[in-house]
């Protein structure tokens, strides 16, 4: 069994489609047939090479939505409840964070640690199906895997994709709440 790719090779380069193995399944991990995967801008700044510390060849596809086709051992959701095959997931593109660092303990902003690797950004596509933009996705044991809930379709979530949670942590960092803002009472209004 093999599963097509699409690969940013280099900066500036065209993208390919390659063909990749079936990966051998360690302990804990799944495997997902990818519904979907989002392309975003930071896709075009990788297809541009404007990111550093990206070990192209990569698989792109950082915020995606797949149907666990494959398991070994237990893994389990970012609630504690059990992945089984046919169930439809999504997780959290940053992984490997090493809850020693400033940025893990102090700054709770993991996404940030020093040590992360990320789904089709600093995966290496020479190390496996680590990207979206693939016909399967390989997670990796302690990837946060999170089950949809039954009123939020798939299709709903990749139209949001990880511009709608990086715009509501913008909206959370400027401490704004619902109804917060007296837009009326603003000088250039109407
Ligand atoms: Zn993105
Ligand atoms: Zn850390």
Same mark, same amino acid.
Request: hydrophobic letters at 35%; aromatic letters at 8%.
């Given at each position: 069994?093999?599963?097509?790719?699409?690969?940013?090779?280099?900066?500036?380069?065209?993208?390919?489609?390659?063909?990749?193995?079936?990966?051998?399944?360690?302990?804990?991990?799944?495997?997902?047939?990818?519904?979907?995967?989002?392309?975003?801008?930071?896709?075009?700044?990788?297809?541009?090479?404007?990111?550093?510390?990206?070990? *192209?060849?990569? &698989?792109?596809?950082?915020?995606?939505?797949?149907?666990?086709? #494959?398991?070994? =051992?237990?893994?389990? +959701?970012?609630?504690?409840?059990?992945?089984?095959?046919?169930?439809?997931?999504?997780?959290?593109?940053?992984?490997?964070?090493?809850?020693?660092?400033? *940025?893990?303990? &102090?700054?709770?902003?993991?996404?940030?640690?020093?040590?992360? #690797?990320?789904? =089709?950004?600093?995966? +290496?596509?020479?190390?496996?199906?680590?990207?979206g933009w693939s016909q399967a996705i390989y997670m990796k044991p302690g990837v946060k895997m999170i089950h949809f809930p039954k009123n939020l379709s798939p299709e709903t979530f990749i139209g949001g994709g990880c511009g709608l949670v990086t715009a509501l942590h913008a909206v959370d960092m400027a401490g704004i709440r619902l109804g917060a803002a007296q837009v009326r009472s603003l000088?250039?209004?109407?």
């Open positions: 069994m093999t599963y097509l790719a699409a690969v940013f090779p280099a900066p500036n380069q065209p993208i390919e489609f390659r063909e990749y193995p079936e990966p051998e399944l360690e302990n804990g991990s799944a495997l997902l047939k990818t519904l979907y995967s989002e392309v975003c801008g930071t896709d075009v700044h990788l297809h541009h090479g404007r990111l550093s510390g990206v070990p *192209y060849p990569i &698989i792109p596809g950082h915020v995606s939505v797949g149907v666990v086709s #494959k398991l070994r =051992g237990s893994p389990a +959701s970012v609630t504690g409840a059990p992945i089984r095959e046919g169930d439809v997931v999504t997780f959290l593109d940053v992984n490997e964070t090493c809850n020693s660092c400033y *940025y893990c303990l &102090i700054a709770n902003q993991p996404t940030r640690c020093p040590s992360r #690797k990320v789904y =089709g950004i600093t995966y +290496s596509a020479n190390d496996g199906l680590l990207g000088p250039w209004t109407v």
